[in-house]
């Protein structure tokens, strides 16, 4: 199930809206062209895995820390 986070608002591909937060356990790529990171979240496996937009990413310590051990040019 595809997930996408809207502040605490989780919204599947069918559209049902929940309250329920879900925590990024890890970054696993970056998509310059599109501006879009690859996060792991906490619980789920590599097949969960989703693209979030930056702007969302952003400001979390483990994004921080990717950009520093992975040298990313934004």
Excluded at 11 to 38: F, G, M, P
């Amino acid at each position: 199930m595809a997930r996408k986070i809207y502040g605490n608002r989780e919204q599947t591909r069918n559209a049902t809206l929940s309250t329920r937060e879900y925590e990024v356990s890890k970054i696993v790529s970056w998509d310059k062209k599109k501006k879009r990171v690859r996060v792991r979240w906490r619980g789920f496996g590599a097949k969960d895995d989703t693209f979030e937009p930056l702007d969302d990413i952003g400001r979390l310590p483990l994004w921080k820390e990717f950009v520093k051990v992975h040298k990313v040019k934004i």
